[in-house]
């Protein structure tokens, strides 16, 4: 196990370099020159001038890259060009409320996926499996604003039984900072329950038709050793490969469940960059989502180790 940790983490170097100078590059979409339009429409030549010199734009892009990779290592992402503060210190600010809602919506998708997908797939083509199926597909295909819509209607204005907007930190009071959290993370965990709930269905299926499960159900073993212990091992390995992607679409969709809620996490903190233009915070985020899903996949590879003994044998 300790060689496959060690294999993974040095196969994130280069993911992190071509993430990374992608991430920079971001500079070079803004149209026109950056330094005009970042300097204001009504700037002088001279605050032009001032603006390039602060971003470094007069050096090479390969050197501009090079310093910005030396600060991003050492913990420095800049400071933002209209709030006048450490991009480090405002995501870490903003950082807690996205994990959060993150955290809770994939436990909400496992909560649903594992006994959905369970029924579903151990009772193929039968009426729980049809009813599984069809939910599902509703899951994917339903809009989360949509979805946000209408639980705020039902559970926060028809009858106010959960807070419609804002958060409260953990620290401050868990039970208000589960309250506050239900309805967004409902909301964001629905696709990938749905997603979770169809990849578990269709491994178990698989799985169930092996010649060693027929073995075990020869045995005369108890339904609930055959499927828990030895085919849902196997069939949960994709559902982990899964998972470990819905992260990054979770944190993807954070930024309309944050808005929608008025969570004041990483989603609300990257609109009001892009609206402003702020590219030392829009980088910021971008840096953080992307370590965020990176360490997500990584956990998630360790998981598909331990469950997969041929992938710690390789």
Known sequence: MTRLVVRRLLSLIPLLLIVTFLTFSLILLVPGDPAVTLAGDNATPEQIDATRERLGLNDPMLVQYGKWVGDVLTGDLGTS????EQVSETIIDRLPVTLSLTFLALVVALVVAIPAGLIAGTRAGRASDK??????????ATPSFLLALILLLFFAIWNPWLPATGY??????????????????????????AEMTRQLRSSLVDVLKQDYIRTAWSKGLAS????????LKNAAAPMLTVAGLQVTVLLGGSIIVEQIFGLPGLGQLVISAVNSRDLPMIQGVVVAS?????????????????????????
């Not at 930190?169 to 329950?193: C, Q």
């Not at 992307?290 to 390789?314: C, E, F, S, T, W």
Request: proline share 4%; glycine share 6%; net charge positive.
């Open 290 to 314: 992307v370590i965020i899903a990176v360490l997500a996949n990584l956990v998630v590879d360790l998981l598909y180790g331990y469950l997969n003994p041929k992938v710690r044998a390789q």
């Open 168 to 193: 409260v930190a953990l620290e401050d009071s868990p039970w208000e900072w589960f309250r506050h959290l239900v309805l967004p993370a409902i909301t964001l965990g629905t696709a990938a329950a």
């Open 131 to 140: 009813v599984a199926t069809v939910a599902a597909s509703v899951g994917v």
């Open 224 to 231: 609930r050793v055959v499927v828990g212990k030895h085919a």
């Open 81 to 84: 060009l209209y709030r006048n």
